[in-house]
Structure formats: structure tokens, C-alpha cells
């Protein structure tokens, strides 16, 4: 498609047909720039090679704000550049200042859809029906379509990890670039496969349970009956189990019960009755 079709300037008088109403059918990016604006004539190319590139997956709306002050009053504009994003008929996002391409790109992904979305679509509803394996076989077609596509990587690592899968799981964390590992669902997941590793040659529950009971200081026990209950939504009794743990032995497995505490406390999102309670538990303990 000629990119001139995906790129308009738009007025106050058109704003709401070409840009709220259009974007019900595809995203708009609203680019609020000046002829003056230094940085809004150096991200044009950059808007205008993505708009090639994204052929027709988005459009890119111009506000002149000298001749369209109204219009940039109304929407706040303040400093130039400023990129609104606008999908099915909402403002979902505001860019303050000239962007990297590849920051356009990231920011532009959120809102358009891809084959690999509808492939994540498919698996999710095909899980839920309970057909795990037609689920992992979509990811896994998925992933390797588009192997850069860090959510898609994080969704089948979940999976994965669900179905036991561990050493696919940390292979696929283990790829991520370094900042999207140390985002919070990819830290939640590696903490939920140090668990689930902690279990994969233990006994069952009902054995671990009954060593605890019987032999206190069985530690490798009660550190296996506490990633158990993690992995079972049973934080309460986990907190305590590693609770206990660090007050028998603070060197077991390298400070396993602080560890496992602070990343139970991550799960919980780091807030709540049960994250404040074992925080005050913890802080004493330790001091």
C-alpha cells in the first residue's frame, strides 16, 4: 500500500472521523509537531520509514500546532514532539519527546495485532479446554516465527513450566535479552522454576510432611515441602515453612529461607496482609 494513504495531517475538524473513529479499525499514531521543532523534523523519517514497513498495520496522523492550536490545547499538548497512540476509539498512550526507532517499534507493538497473537489466542483457549499439548505445539510454531517476540517467549516459558517442562522453560528464559529478564514476569517465572527444580526428584507431599512432622531438622524436607506450597497458591503455609527454615539454619542451600521468603514476597507483588506480617517476621528475626 502507497504510504501516502497511511500518513494525513488531520484538523480540529477532522480529528474525530480520522483519528478516534479510525482508529477503531487500526492504530493511530497522532504526531503533534511544528515546522520550528528541531526533534519533529528528525523523527519524521524515522515515523516515515516505519509506516513503510508497517504497511497499513497502523496510520499516521500530523497535527500542525501552529495551525492547529485549538486542537493542541484541547489534547494538552505542552512540548513538541508529543505522539498520541489512539486504538479503538481510546487515547492508550502518550510519547513525550523524539523516540529511537527501536523505541518506536516496542511502543507500536503493544497495539498491533500479529499472526503470533492470534496463535497465542488459539493456545489459550485450547489450554483451557484442556488440550495442553495442541497448546505448547501452537507456542512452540508461534516462537519460532518470531523468536524476537519477547512476550510470545514468556507465555510459552509459562506454559511450559505448567507442564513440567523445566528445562525448555529455563532455556527460553535463558534467551531473553537481560532487560526483559529482569522484568517482573520474567522474574516472577524464574522464581517459580527454582521452586518447581527444588521438587523435581522429591517425595510425595504427603512424605514431606510427615519427615517434617517427624524430623525437624530435616531441612532438605521442609525446604522441598515449602516450594511445594508455593507451587500450589499455599503462600501462607510456604512463608511460614521457609520461616522456619531460616530460624533452624540460615546457611542451608545459601540462605534458602531468606531467599525463598523475599521471592514468595515478589510473587505477592510485594504487598498485602500476608507480605506485611512475614516483612515485620523477617526484619526482626534478622535484627
Known sequence: MNSLQNIYNVTNE???TMVVERSREVPVLVDFWADWCGPCQMLMPVLKKLVDEYDGKFVLAKVNTDEQR???KTHGIRSLPTLHVYKQGELVEEILAAQS???MRTIL???IERESDRLRARAKEAYQQGQHDAALALLEDAHAEEPDNHQLALDYAELCLREAQLEKTASLLAALPRDVRDETEAMRLRALLDFALAIKDAP??????????REPDNLEARYQLGAWQ???DRFEDALETFMQLLQHDRSFRDDAGRRGLLA?????DNKGDLVTRYRRK???LLH
Not at 510425595?204 to 512432622?213: A, R
Not at 514468595?264 to 505477592?268: A, G, N, P, R
Open 14 to 16: 477532522t480529528f474525530q
Open 70 to 72: 485549538e486542537l493542541a
Open 282 to 284: 523477617l526484619f526482626n
Open 264 to 268: 514468595i514476597f515478589e510473587l505477592l
Open 109 to 111: 507493538d503493544r497495539y
Open 230 to 232: 508455593v507451587l500450589n
Open 204 to 213: 510425595p507431599v504427603e512424605e514431606l510432611e510427615t519427615t517434617v512432622s
Open 101 to 103: 526507532e527501536a523505541t
